[in-house]
């Protein structure tokens, strides 16, 4: 994981479309913690990737625990830094393409985004298609994206297969900035109701998913984290051990100058 803030994923953003180059950022929660035990391929977008957000406050604070300077500010995904992110879209002529969601919601998304920033260039393309590589389907898209121009790509299907998705497809994409945001646009649709920042800073993002669509989060957020529990034991008797062991070592050292 990288601990960064929203204006340095910004400021990675920036610079690798200056420079014309592919740039893979990817996020981690518990969720994708859960996948990445069970999926090689989801492993491998990982290891591709060029910076992992990272996006749980519980998560955030493992990290602390085994010994990473993690801070609640480090929480940083798409509606962490949505508003920094559609004014450089703005200001610098960005083109963006959106693919994802059901039919009708990225459009949706699009008119509201646009009625905050009318001079965002943004296309989008819902994620109802045969995203298998070879498919008619599949190539149409991969031209519709290129022939847009696009400096930016963003992809809304869920974990995994977003990330399955660029992965398959990392060729045909080029040269471009990727970056999956899950159901971020379907709250910019108003299909979804988005967790108030500032109780997701405190860690109740979470549970306030929960409430809010139970029958399709339960088993994410109820069933999942445990079998987390395991790895996260292992991590902190490890960070035992070593602290057992630098101490040993101070103790002998400490004999030996006597």
């Not at 491998?44 to 993690?70: K, M, N, Q, T």
């Not at 940083?76 to 693919?99: H, I, M, Q």
Request: aromatic residues 12%; charged residues 25%; glycine residues 10%.
């Amino acid at each position: 994981m990288d601990l960064v803030r929203p204006e340095e994923v910004l400021f990675q953003i920036a610079r690798a479309i200056d420079e014309r180059r592919g740039f893979w950022v990817a996020n981690h929660n518990l969720h994708s913690l859960f996948l990445y035990r069970q999926d090689e391929e989801f492993r491998r977008f990982f290891r591709r990737a060029d910076l992992i957000e990272v996006d749980s406050v519980p998560v955030i604070g493992w990290a602390r625990l085994v010994g990473r300077r993690s801070r609640t500010f480090h929480r940083c995904t798409y509606l962490d830094w949505r508003s920094l992110f559609w004014n450089a879209v703005t200001e610098k002529g960005w083109r963006v393409f959106f693919v994802g969601g059901q039919p009708g919601v990225a459009e949706r998304a699009r008119a509201e985004i646009l009625a905050q920033w009318p001079q965002a260039r943004l296309q989008v393309r819902h994620g109802f298609f045969d995203a298998e590589p070879r498919s008619a389907e599949n190539k149409a898209l991969l031209r519709e994206i290129e022939l847009s121009g696009a400096d930016i790509v963003l992809v809304g299907m869920g974990m995994p297969r977003q990330e399955k998705w660029i992965l398959a497809n990392a060729g045909a994409l080029g040269g471009r900035v990727v970056l999956p945001i899950g159901g971020a646009f379907d709250y910019e649709a108003g299909e979804q109701v988005p967790c108030p920042r500032w109780l997701g800073r405190l860690g109740f993002e979470g549970l306030f998913r929960l409430c809010m669509d139970p029958q399709r989060l339960f088993v994410r957020y109820c069933v999942e984290p445990w079998w987390l529990i395991g790895p996260a034991g292992r991590d902190v008797l490890r960070l035992v051990k070593a602290g057992w062991s630098r101490l040993a070592e101070a103790l002998d050292v400490g004999a030996e100058l006597g």
